[in-house]
């Protein structure tokens, strides 16, 4: 090894050795967060960090967790950074470092992916919205989706498209695939590559994929303009590859219904950076986004945070944490074991945790998939998003501007 | 693929090319000539298109007006990091060792200015928007962003500027000849 190797390799691992342990009572109650606080996904885990302390200064205000003696809950958060191996390594730390009951983490599919491989080694409840199909279908006895996974939700989505078109007086014949090749968005554009279109008597005309980060997306926005597609499947998963797809769409002066997945599509700073024009062009399909009936909720996330709206991120790591707090409850102990077979168990119909996500029903299947978790269409309106599907939560109707 | 989209991605590659090239000049002229590794280039233009930024949302200052008005600050904060820490692992001596002193001299920079920055200003993205961003000029078939090309001229007048300050000032000279043989220009 050369000496500068040697050094490069010291200065890496340096900010971990010199992280000291937290010094906490030893009775409280200690949840992992391991999400992106830091590289090209830090908005969304910054927003999932906002979603978890909401809860948490909710529950502590209200006397903790009864069954432990009221033991407070106190956030470890973990940065996962902007690559698989540092996500992973962040879980490692959190987990060994001191008894941790039970985690949540780590948005990006492609880095729970790994996050659950330690929690299910170290045996601790994971807790994810990530969407990726493979999260739940490795048999894993530790790891918990409460989003719809990416399958289902290319269905959904398709769905949606196809019926708002035609209620308009119009049909789909093209569509392209503009998306990277992060876990949640290849299961999203598989089975709309490999069936689903096809199905609808839809052609594919453009498929591009990339690597985060994007250099440039001018290649990709050329061949959709060359090929006028009627509706654009769009999975970016970070803002700033996303802006400068949607920067480029701008200056070719593309007017084109846009088709996204994931919650990333729907932070604030889009306002600003492309414009309420643009944007009105684009809808999304999440996990969790406010219902009709959760104006209070949200009410409450705005005034603490200053954020203009609340979105998937905050919304599903509140319900996250409420989650755990009814298990550790029913489970007597802050054991992540009793935890686990506790969360297996559970079956919630009220509360903070089942009345924040549809269809208001917190139940795990055997492979740690939630029963009955509903997709949820996001759609843009006048610079805010709004729930547009499905109709009975629905804050506003869905409206089909379409390909000009 | 036809005659007008290779044409395009022909000149997107350029004007990206030159935005890559503006971004290398400074590292060009701190590690080129001067032989500095500096791991912290990147974080000190960081800083300075948060300067950018904020003179625009707060001031309203045009982002091409803005980047011309970062220079004497940042032109500051230069001397005041190479006389308080820069100078400590230049100048002669052994160059293996000063190369190492260097990297981790501006290695530890970049982690405090990133993480700093992180902490104080949120990772939350922020952009400008402004009409040349989204804007092109069009030949024929072909799309220029103009946001891009005038980063692209900026490039190649700022690159001509400092070749002629290297080979054709006495300045310029001086500073070759005192990074090639620091002994020898302490004389």
Redo the contacts between chains.
């Keep these: 090894m050369q000496p500068h190797a040697i050094l490069l390799a010291v200065l890496a691992a340096a900010p971990m050795l010199l992280a000291p342990p937290a010094a906490d009572a030893a009775d409280d109650f200690k949840i992992a967060l391991v999400a992106p606080l830091s590289g090209r996904w830090a908005r969304q885990g910054q927003l999932k960090k906002m979603g978890a302390e909401m809860a948490i200064a909710e529950i502590n205000a209200q006397g903790g967790i009864k069954a432990l003696g009221g033991a407070r809950i106190v956030l470890r958060e973990a940065d996962a950074g902007d690559s698989v191996e540092k996500a992973v390594s962040a879980a490692q730390r959190a987990l060994s470092r001191e008894k941790i009951s039970a985690g949540i983490g780590a948005w990006l599919s492609s880095f729970t992916l790994g996050v659950t491989e330690v929690a299910e080694r170290l045996e601790v409840p994971w807790f994810t919205l990530s969407y990726a199909d493979s999260i739940t279908e490795r048999g894993f006895k530790y790891t918990f989706q409460t989003s719809p996974v990416s399958s289902l939700q290319a269905e959904q989505a398709l769905d949606l498209v196809v019926d708002l078109a035609k209620r308009n007086k119009q049909t789909l014949r093209k569509a392209a695939i503009v998306g990277d090749n992060t876990a949640a968005t290849v299961f999203f554009f598989k089975p709309l590559r490999e069936k689903l279109l096809k199905a609808k008597g839809i052609e594919i005309v453009v498929d591009e994929i990339w690597t985060p980060p994007l250099a440039d997306a001018t290649a990709i926005v050329q061949k959709v303009r060359s090929t006028q597609p009627d509706i654009v499947f769009y999975g970016a998963t970070n803002f700033p590859d996303s802006i400068q797809v949607l920067q480029k769409v701008k200056e070719f002066g593309l007017n084109v219904p846009i088709q996204g997945v994931g919650a990333w599509l729907v932070t604030p700073e889009y306002v600003k950076t492309v414009g309420k024009e643009l944007l009105d062009n684009i809808m999304t399909v999440t996990a969790a986004h406010p219902l009709k009936g959760q104006e209070e909720l949200v009410k409450r996330f705005t005034e603490r945070t200053g954020e203009p709206f609340m979105t998937q991120d905050p919304l599903m790591t509140y319900a996250h944490v409420w989650i755990i707090k009814e298990a550790a409850e029913m489970a007597k102990s802050a054991d992540p074991k009793a935890i686990r077979d506790a969360v297996a168990k559970l079956d919630l119909k009220s509360g903070p945790a089942a009345s924040t996500l549809a269809p208001g029903r917190i139940k795990y299947d055997e492979r740690g998939r939630r029963v009955g978790a509903a997709p949820i269409i996001v759609q843009w309106q006048n610079g805010e998003p709004f729930t547009v599907v499905p109709v009975e939560y629905a804050t506003k109707k869905p409206i089909w501007h379409g390909a000009k | 693929m ?1 005659v007008s ?1 290779l044409a ?2 022909v000149v ?1 590659g350029l004007l ?1 090319g030159g935005v890559y090239a503006l971004m290398s000049i400074g590292l060009a002229l701190i590690f080129g000539v001067m032989r500095v590794v500096n791991f912290a280039q990147g974080d000190f233009m960081m800083l300075g298109m948060y300067l950018t930024y904020f003179l625009a949302v707060v001031s309203g200052v045009d982002p091409l007006l803005g980047a011309l008005l970062t220079i004497p600050p940042f032109f500051l904060v230069g001397v005041g990091v190479h006389r308080a820490l820069l100078v400590r692992v230049t100048g002669g001596g052994d160059p ?1 060792r000063l190369m ?1 002193a260097q ?2 001299l501006t ?2 920079l970049s ?1 405090i200015i ?2 700093g920055t ?1 902490m104080l200003l ?6 400008i ?1 402004t009409a040349y ?4 000029f069009a030949v024929g078939p072909v ?1 220029l ?1 103009e946001a891009r090309s005038y980063a692209f001229l900026m490039a190649l007048v700022l690159a001509g500027v400092v070749y002629v300050f290297l080979t054709r000032t006495d300045l310029g000279k001086a500073l070759r000849a005192a990074a090639d043989d620091p002994e020898a220009a302490g004389y």
């Excluded at chain 2, 961003?133 to 092109?136: E, H, R, S, Y």
């Design positions: 036809s989209d395009q991605y997107t990206v293996q190492d990297l981790i290695l530890g982690l990133t993480n992180t949120t990772p939350m993205p922020r952009g928007k961003a989204t804007q092109a799309l962003n």
